[in-house]
């Protein structure tokens, strides 16, 4: 009998460490979300005279349709929205193609290729900006959107294709053999067959690609002079210069920009969960 209640204090221990260290975690998350959005209510003299911890002394609404209006925010969204929305897409259906090749149709060019797109994995973005803008600006794509679309699909694709292959590669090939057996032709296979079985994967690809594309800069940056081809990012830094900064409109931006990513997390959270604990199960 001392066993059995030694055992179950144990648990009821163990359970409540649990919960307080998830109560740490979302605690750690949502404060700066939290600090943020009270100092997007502050003027600049606000924020510098008053304690980083203080509420405002005089709640300012003005920095938000401000910030708006400087930063030119409705052009950049939709920008942001076609960058993300196309790439992502693009991303997932060629990313995915590729793995089904590589892992279940066989050909002596498969190692190279695929060997080729691995490679794109150890590239950093700050080693190949220079002659990616020199490129874009040969084939006279610069300042447009096709000139961004297909830098971002292409340094996206790699890390999709590594996951895809190595997840496709897990399908039994029975499957596909007894399905090549019935008549059916490979695109037939992949559109049936490994996309329904690879939509964990997938959905994991779509938040890493989601998330780092909706906040790139440095390349949308070098690519692109106009504001009407800029992103979300590129309008943010407006408001941070070498020499000042308007703290309270700065702060309202970056509310604005982490407002669709609170929404598309909302929304799309149970898929979401579930796609990363699948995908990292069966990875």
């Known amino acids: 009998m001392p066993d059995i209640r030694s055992k179950g204090n144990t648990a009821l221990v163990a359970q409540l460490l649990i919960y307080l260290i998830m109560v740490i975690f979302t605690v750690l998350a949502i404060y700066p979300i939290l ?15 008053s304690s980083k911890l203080a509420f ?58 695929h060997g080729s797109f691995i490679i794109g994995i150890l590239l950093t973005l700050q080693s190949i900006m220079v002659p990616l803008f020199l490129m874009v600006n ?10 961004v679309l297909i830098p971002y699909i292409g340094i996206g694709l ?6 895809s292959t190595e997840y496709i590669r897990s399908v ?7 399905a090549r057996i019935d008549g059916a032709k490979y695109l037939k296979i992949f559109s049936s067959i490994i996309v329904p079985m690879a939509a964990p994967v997938a959905v994991t690809v779509a938040i890493l690609s989601i998330t780092g594309t909706w ?25 941070s210069g070498a020499l000042a900064s308007d703290y309270g409109k700065q702060f309202a931006a970056l509310v604005i920009g ?3 990513m609170v929404i598309f997390y909302l929304i799309f959270r149970k898929q979401i969960t579930k796609g990363v604990a699948a995908g990292a199960v069966k990875g």
């Open 215 to 239: 906040n790139e800069f440095m390349l949308i940056n070098i690519l692109s002079s106009s504001n009407s081809i800029k992103s979300l990012p590129v309008g943010i830094a407006k408001f």
């Open 158 to 163: 790699p890390m999709c294709v590594y996951l």
């Open 35 to 49: 600090w943020l959005v009270i100092q997007s209510f502050k003027t600049t003299q606000d924020y510098l005279r």
């Open 56 to 113: 405002p002394t005089r709640w300012f609404l003005d920095n938000y349709p401000q910030s708006w209006k400087r930063g030119e925010f409705g052009v950049l969204i939709i920008n942001s929205i076609i960058y993300t929305s196309v790439s992502v897409t693009s991303i997932i259906v060629l990313g995915f193609m590729a793995g089904f090749a590589f892992s279940k149709i066989p050909s002596k060019a498969t190692k190279f290729i």
């Open 258 to 260: 982490l407002i669709p």
């Open 138 to 147: 040969a084939v006279r794509l610069y300042n447009t959107r096709i000139g």
């Open 172 to 178: 039994p090939d029975a499957l596909i053999e007894s």
